[in-house]
């Protein structure tokens, strides 16, 4: 059965809230605490397992001219040894960037397109004589890395158009050329952010299994119908002949959106071998064969009256990938978030031959943000503007390229402000850098305003009265860490009037119906709307099995009610001659094209900053988010923390490192990658403002998961200017960046006598 939301979200059973929006804990939390949560390289052991160690390029370009594994195959223990000469014909893609609809091939030929790409994949008994005999194998390599681009600042101005989909198009209103021109106040500057690593605790891995011509892949990835549909491609194999399993989840971050050569090598070779494969990637593969966060160059443009109010407005983002693939989206936000009448955004993309980039955290806005707001603040500083004032007078209540006729379906922004600057004190700021002083720390206060935009995916669901009155609840849906187990659980008990502990969740399997699975922020919102329908089906169901009028049926206390009448659910499961469920697949209208959709915040930080070392501390993080309903407050917080985390990881620590002679990220593990630890995170605040939004959702929620990281970074750079009185638009802002500042400061001022 299908169904479609295309209007806005009319009173429902959800509103009683008995369940959603309760804090309720994580339902799996009690697995994972006690390990008994099976991740992708933990499932049951399979009878007689072997072991695969993947062997990565150690050029960045060329080709393999020769490969000799005849050391590796003598080594005892091993069972198989591939590379691109004995590797079975695979589905091609145009792009070596894997997308939804892409093959992903793994040594297809000799080409190499960048460093740690698949050359070889070693099986054996145990994963240490797997690893033993691919340190064996020989390869020579036709080296062609120095012809490669390894920098984006060397070839932005060869680059092209991001693509022709809406959210690459250029924005394009008014004259903006001219409209800069007369402005009162102008300001041009350029922001630059870095390569960035998502770092996930869990490795990527697989274990790959067949029974005759059917394969059970378990694997770790946040889109089991992507990986459902690529896979089958690569392989060349029928999807229907291919079941896909990623119950949990140890992080994704956006890297875990494609798959990689853990899955399809570990496919093959379990199939040659007629056992079952394991493979994980090891930490320094992750940086190189994996996804990153590519890195931007961005030029902001503003041109305002004398009092604050903007009306021309340009971003320019620049980024890069290899040939084929996708940009990182910087300047999205930049189209809806301000009001400007001269409107000049463009995305532009270079190619370059480092690893492949794709999704991260907040995709776009993540880095977006960094630039906007820290210019947003620059601003406000040259119209002698408080930062908040100058973002309130150019909010704006419907989508500026479209006009009032596409109103935002909520907003509240400015409520975001205000509120977050009551509640952190914002009246303590002194506008003037370096003012305020603790001891020798120089204490500074930032703002920023979060943006993320919001997306609905279509989504199916099963739902099922068992005997005993329980539910069962199926669905592709998985659970990175962000609470889908719970939230869903809550969604159908809220609808079917039981409690969070009569919901089975089973979520992360290819045989349950296609969900929306976890990106994007769209998770919860896309697949609560499947479950939403499928409960609404099984009310109709159970009622008519009860003998009651399904219109007039009322669900509550484990109980079906028609006026004075009631039965117990496990009454009418027992009753029934067929199973009680529903199964429901749900799509999405065009709601999102007559509204302009997302989720709002506003982030405020405190930081020190030693007047000698620079060293640079946060103090206090206080995030206020304006996301519709809010259906678990003690997941949704845990997801703005986890997001606010990694804001101040993106501002102060995380960098890839090119190495433009080899053509690889350097620092590719954690001992080199820097991300925050306990002792660079204070006390972490977040704020939910009561919203329902009818048109996002019949939940009438909207993404939360990437919100909490949007501005978050920005506010810390916001926050570290006013402190230190050095401007950084280089991130991350480390204290070599600061004492330069003051270096250059201390040289261009007179001395005495001069």
């Known amino acids: 059965m299908s169904h479609k939301f295309d209007q806005p979200a009319d009173i429902n059973p959800l509103d009683q809230?008995?369940?959603?929006?309760?804090?309720?804990?994580?339902?799996?939390?009690?697995?994972k605490v006690t390990g008994q949560a099976t991740y992708a390289y933990e499932y049951q052991e399979p009878e007689n397992p072997a072991y695969g160690y993947m062997v990565g390029a150690g050029v960045a370009r060329g080709r393999v001219k020769s490969v000799d594994v005849s050391?590796?195959?003598?080594?005892?223990?091993?069972?198989?040894?591939?590379?691109?000469?004995?590797?079975?014909?695979?589905?091609?893609?145009d792009t070596p960037v894997p997308q939804e609809d892409d093959a992903t091939p793994q040594m297809p030929d000799d080409q190499v397109d960048y460093y740690h790409q698949a050359v070889a994949f070693v099986v054996a008994e145990t994963y240490e004589q797997a690893r033993a005999a691919a340190a064996a194998i020989v390869i020579e390599y036709d080296d062609q890395t120095g012809e490669g681009d390894y920098s984006l600042a060397e070839v932005m101005e060869d680059a092209d158009k991001a693509g022709s989909d809406e959210e690459?198009?250029?924005?394009?209103?008014?004259?903006?050329?001219?409209?800069?021109?007369?402005?009162?106040?102008?300001?041009?500057?350029?922001?630059?952010?870095?390569?960035q690593s998502q770092s996930p605790m869990e490795p990527h891995a697989s274990i790959a299994e067949w029974d005759g011509d059917q394969l059970t892949l378990y694997t770790s990835h946040q889109m089991v119908h992507w990986v459902h549909r690529g896979?089958?491609?690569?392989?060349?194999?029928?999807?229907?002949?291919?079941?896909?399993?990623?119950?949990?989840?140890?992080?994704?971050?956006?890297?875990?959106l494609m798959f990689y050569g853990d899955a399809v090598l570990s496919a093959v070779a379990a199939r040659q071998l007629g056992r079952p494969v394991k493979c994980a990637l090891t930490r320094p593969q992750i940086y190189n064969h994996t996804s990153h966060r590519p890195s931007t160059i961005q030029r902001l443009r503003f041109g305002t009256d004398g009092e604050g109010r903007i009306y021309a407005i340009g971003h320019d983002a620049y980024s890069g990938n290899l040939p084929g693939g996708s940009a990182e989206t910087?300047?999205?936000?930049?189209?809806?978030?301000?009001?400007g009448e001269h409107r000049l955004v463009r995305q532009r993309l270079s190619e370059l031959h480092l690893p492949p980039g794709g999704s991260m955290r907040a995709p776009g806005e993540a880095v977006g943000l960094l630039a906007l707001e820290c210019a947003m603040d620059e601003l406000a500083e040259k119209l002698d503007l408080d930062p908040i004032e100058l973002r309130v007078i150019n909010d704006i209540s419907y989508d500026p390229a479209k006009g009032p006729e596409r109103p935002f379906s909520s907003r509240r922004l400015v409520d975001c402000l205000r509120r977050g600057a009551e509640e952190f004190g914002w009246d303590q700021r002194e506008a003037?850098?370096?003012?305020?002083?603790?001891?020798?720390?120089?204490?500074?206060?930032?703002?920023?305003?979060?943006?993320?935009?919001?997306?609905?995916?279509?989504?199916?669901?099963?739902?099922?009265?068992?005997?005993?009155?329980?539910?069962?609840?199926?669905t592709q849906m998985t659970d990175i860490g962000t609470g889908s187990y719970t939230i869903l659980g809550q969604t159908a008990a809220e609808m079917l009037g039981v409690g969070l502990d009569d919901v089975e969740v089973r979520l992360g399997d290819s045989?349950?119906?296609k969900s929306s699975g976890s990106g994007g922020s769209w998770g919860a919102n896309s697949a609560g709307m499947g479950v939403y329908y499928a409960a609404e089906e099984l009310r109709k169901v159970i009622a008519k099995?009860?003998?009651?009028?399904?219109?007039?049926?009322?669900?509550?206390?484990?109980?079906?009610?028609?006026?004075?009448?009631?039965?117990?659910?496990?009454?009418?499961?027992?009753?029934?001659?067929?199973?009680?469920e529903a199964t429901v697949n749900a799509s999405v209208g065009d709601l999102n094209k007559q509204y302009a959709q997302a989720s709002f915040g506003a982030h405020f930080c405190e930081v020190a900053v030693h007047h000698l070392t620079a060293e640079i501390r946060v103090r206090r993080l206080l995030s206020v988010a304006a996301a519709g309903r809010i259906f678990n407050p003690v997941t949704a917080r845990s997801q703005c923390l986890g997001g606010m985390t990694m804001g101040v990881g993106a501002a102060l620590m995380e960098e890839m490192h090119v190495d433009g002679n080899l053509g690889l990220f350097i620092n590719h593990d954690l001992a080199e990658y820097h991300v925050p630890v306990h002792a660079d995170i204070p006390d972490l605040d977040v704020i939910f403002l009561e919203e329902l939004d009818d048109k996002s959702s019949p939940l009438k929620g909207k993404g939360v998961g990437e919100l909490g990281i949007c501005g978050v970074g920005a506010a810390v750079a916001n926050a570290i200017y006013n402190a230190a009185g050095v401007r950084i638009r280089d991130y991350p802002l480390t204290v070599d960046k600061v004492l330069a500042g003051w270096n250059e400061q201390a040289a261009l001022t007179p001395r005495a006598g001069d």
């Open 168 to 195: 690459s198009k250029d924005q394009k209103i008014g004259d903006f050329a001219a409209a800069f021109k007369r402005a009162d106040v102008q300001l041009d500057v350029t922001y630059t952010t870095p390569y």
């Open 231 to 256: 896979l089958s491609m690569t392989l060349n194999v029928p999807q229907k002949n291919i079941r896909i399993v990623a119950q949990f989840i140890g992080g994704g971050f956006g890297s875990k």
């Open 71 to 93: 050391a590796a195959e003598a080594l005892p223990g091993v069972l198989l040894v591939l590379t691109h000469e004995n590797m079975p014909a695979q589905g091609k893609s």
């Open 511 to 513: 045989e349950f119906p």
């Open 432 to 474: 003037q850098p370096g003012a305020r002083r603790d001891g020798e720390w120089l204490i500074g206060l930032g703002v920023a305003s979060a943006f993320r935009g919001n997306l609905l995916k279509p989504s199916g669901a099963t739902l099922r009265l068992e005997k005993g009155g329980k539910i069962t609840l199926e």
């Open 330 to 339: 910087a300047a999205n936000q930049t189209k809806l978030l301000y009001a």
């Open 17 to 31: 809230e008995k369940v959603l929006t309760r804090p309720h804990v994580r339902k799996e939390g009690p697995l």
């Open 545 to 580: 099995a009860a003998g009651y009028d399904p219109k007039k049926a009322v669900f509550k206390d484990g109980e079906v009610w028609e006026g004075e009448k009631c039965t117990r659910l496990g009454s009418v499961a027992a009753n029934a001659d067929e199973p009680l």
